[in-house]
């Protein structure tokens, strides 16, 4: 039955945020577009109308995550028919309406692609409880996302989806074909987060690399390092960062740039993915393990300050032994700052999930606790090298852990705890590395 609201009615709604940076600045844009609508957000869910979820598909845990919270909301939907659940992203353009037939409560979905509609469609299922399945609605939401997670800290998506399709991804499938948004778009909406309060602007893509060759016409051309260049100048704004890059795609115009530049950040996300080549073709990442040492060198050529971080899977359908000691050396031989490791999760309909020869699940986790081993150490000894040196550091929030300590990134995205009055955040300050640990760093300020 529809309800009658008076327009001073007010109605609150909560985010739960999962997944990648992407998803981050979709959260961000809905912030921004429901409280447009009139919406309040509030952390407490008792208070909530509805709890949008925004959701991952990457691994099977990230999937579960999200059904075992579902449940949660059963008590309070069968006595008061609330909050009432949307069921956003990824996960959503995978199994939402699935998902939707076995917990009632969730009264909205909506893919990555449909975003555009969740709004209207929100307001729809309070006013009149009805179920809505958002589809083909415009790509994305139009609005800046200017209430943010993080004030002084901003992301902006410079292309939605991807068409790389390595063998074991779902993310082709759950965000689409690959689409850059257009230069001045982006560019506007950077100098409105700076007029905003943003520092720091970080550009994301799944290959940011490519952005742009899906120019035609005036725009044809121009490329991701004319991008970097474009935004870089956004008076006011003091860092730039970017992820992700694509090992095959990164090419030398974009260190050029990088080089030139100083407020565009040295910290690069270059995931490897695995350390032999037979594994790479079989992944379909389309370089191979020489090829990527010889980009590291380029980099370090050009910037010998930057921190390459990576992402690596372990326990790819058909890794042998050796194999994965491929993988093992390859880390010994880059010494990345950090690695993003995980071990291979099957997603239905990838190519890499129908093969017969699975890696057996306590050989992945066995392979995956070898690296992370390693790579601690490696992380330890690079951070230990940092004492005692000073670094710009953009402090930004509370540490999780630490009465009075703020949480801060060097330009290079060293994680770095000082102690220092909650009114510094969003201030640059020179900061002294103190200590070390393999994850970050502690200072003092100077
Ligand atoms: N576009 C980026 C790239 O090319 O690496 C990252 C995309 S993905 C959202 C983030 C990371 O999740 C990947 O780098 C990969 O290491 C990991 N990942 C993706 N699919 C996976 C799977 N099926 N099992 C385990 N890890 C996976
Ligand atoms: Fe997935 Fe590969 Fe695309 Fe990254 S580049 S999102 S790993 S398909
Ligand atoms: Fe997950 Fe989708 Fe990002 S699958 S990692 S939220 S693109």
């Not at 845990?61 to 008061?80: D, I, N």
């Not at 991804?169 to 943003?198: H, M, N, T, W």
């Not at 120019?215 to 004319?226: A, D, M, P």
């Not at 980099?299 to 359908?317: H, K, M, Q, S, Y």
Request: charged share 30%.
């Amino acid at each position: 039955m529809r309800r009658e609201v008076t327009p001073l009615e007010k109605r609150y709604f909560s985010l739960r945020v999962f997944g990648c940076q992407m998803n981050a600045y979709d959260a961000d844009r809905l912030r921004s577009a429901m409280s447009a609508k009139g919406w309040t957000e509030t952390d407490d869910e008792d208070k909530s109308d509805f709890v949008l979820f925004v959701t991952c598909s990457v691994r099977d845990k990230a999937e579960q995550k999200v059904l075992s919270e579902l449940g949660r909301y059963r008590a309070g939907w069968e006595r008061a028919k609330r909050p009432g659940v949307a069921l956003l992203g990824c996960m959503a353009a995978r199994v939402g309406e699935d998902v939707a037939e076995r917990f009632p409560w969730i009264r909205v979905v909506a893919a990555p692609d449909s975003l555009g509609g969740v709004p209207d469609a929100l307001e729809e299922a309070y006013l009149n409880g009805s179920f809505i399945s958002v589809k083909g609605a415009p790509r994305g939401l139009s609005c800046v996302p200017s209430p943010r997670s993080n004030r002084h800290k901003a992301y902006i998506t410079i292309a939605n989806g991807c068409d790389q399709f390595c063998a074991y991804c779902i993310v082709p499938y759950v965000r689409g074909r690959f689409e850059s948004r257009l230069p001045g778009d982006i560019l506007k909406e950077a100098e409105q987060l700076v007029r905003g309060g943003a520092a720091e602007i970080t550009l994301l893509g799944q290959n940011v690399n490519t952005y742009g060759g899906d120019f035609t016409g005036n725009l044809s051309g121009y490329r991701f390092s004319n991008l970097l260049a474009d935004v870089s100048s956004v008076g006011g704004l003091r860092r730039l960062r970017y992820t992700t890059s694509h090992p095959s795609d990164f090419t030398d115009d974009i260190l050029d740039v990088m080089r030139s530049d100083s407020r565009i950040c040295p910290g690069i996300n270059l995931p490897v993915q695995a350390g032999s080549d037979k594994v790479l073709r079989e992944m379909n990442r389309r370089y191979t393990r020489g090829q990527y040492m010889d980009l590291v060198r380029r980099i370090r050529d050009a910037l010998p300050e930057a921190a390459i971080t990576t992402d690596l899977i372990v326990g790819f359908p058909g890794e042998t032994e050796e194999e994965f000691e491929d993988s093992v050396s390859l880390l010994r031989d880059v010494r990345f700052d950090l690695v993003h490791t995980a071990a291979y999760s099957p997603r239905e309909g990838t190519p890499a999930a129908k093969r017969a020869d699975q890696v057996p699940v306590r050989e992945r986790a066995r392979r995956l606790v070898k690296v992370n081993g390693i790579q601690t150490e490696i992380s330890r000894e690079i951070n230990e090298r940092l004492v005692g040196r000073t670094f710009e550091v953009l402090l930004d929030e509370p540490a999780p852990r630490g009465e009075g300590l703020l949480q801060g990134r060097t330009a290079s995205d060293k994680v770095v705890l000082v102690s220092a009055p909650k009114e510094a955040a969003g201030t640059f300050r020179m900061v002294r590395v103190t200590s070390s640990g393999p994850w970050c760093l502690d200072g003092e300020l100077l």
